[in-house]
Nanobody, 123 residues
Framework: VQLQASGGGLVQAGGSLRLSCAASGRTFSNYYMGWFRQAPGKERVFVATIRWSGSSTSYADSVKGRFTISRDNVKNVVYLQMNSLKPEDTAVYYC?????????????????WGQGTLVTVSS
C-alpha cells in the first residue's frame, strides 16, 4: 500500500494550494481518507476527512470554510484544496487511510500514511 502526497510549497498569506494524495496497493472502499498536519515541535492534528465511497466529509474548525477535501475514484486520488491560507497553516501535511470503525480524527488509529508534503505560508 502506498499513499503519495504532493502539492506543497511556499505561498503568501491569502493564497491557495491544492494537495494531492495518490493511493495504490489496495481497495479503499471501506476506508476514510484523511489529511493531517504537523507543525514543528507539535503533534499531528486532524484537518479533514472523506469517505472513499460516499460523500461524507468533516473538517477541523480551524480550516472549515477555507479547505475542501475531495476525491477522484477513477484516478484514486484525494485532494485538499486550501484557500485563504494563513501563516498558522504552515506545517507538513500528511494523508492517511483508516478503516471504518476506527476514529478518523485520531492519528494513531490510521492504518496507512503518506510521506508528507511541506506547506509554508508567509505573512
Amino acid at each position: 500500500v502506498q499513499l503519495q502526497a504532493s502539492g506543497g510549497g511556499l505561498v503568501q498569506a491569502g493564497g491557495s494550494l491544492r494537495l494531492s494524495c495518490a493511493a495504490s496497493g489496495r481497495t479503499f472502499s471501506n476506508y476514510y481518507m484523511g489529511w493531517f498536519r504537523q507543525a514543528p515541535g507539535k503533534e499531528r492534528v486532524f484537518v479533514a476527512t472523506i469517505r472513499w465511497s460516499g460523500s461524507s466529509t468533516s473538517y477541523a474548525d480551524s480550516v472549515k470554510g477555507r479547505f475542501t477535501i475531495s476525491r477522484d475514484n477513477v484516478k484514486n486520488v484525494v485532494y485538499l484544496q486550501m484557500n485563504s491560507l494563513k501563516p498558522e497553516d504552515t506545517a507538513v501535511y500528511y494523508c492517511g487511510a483508516v478503516v471504518f470503525g476506527r476514529s478518523w480524527r485520531v492519528a494513531s488509529d490510521y492504518d496507512y500514511w503518506g510521506q508528507g508534503t511541506l506547506v509554508t505560508v508567509s505573512s
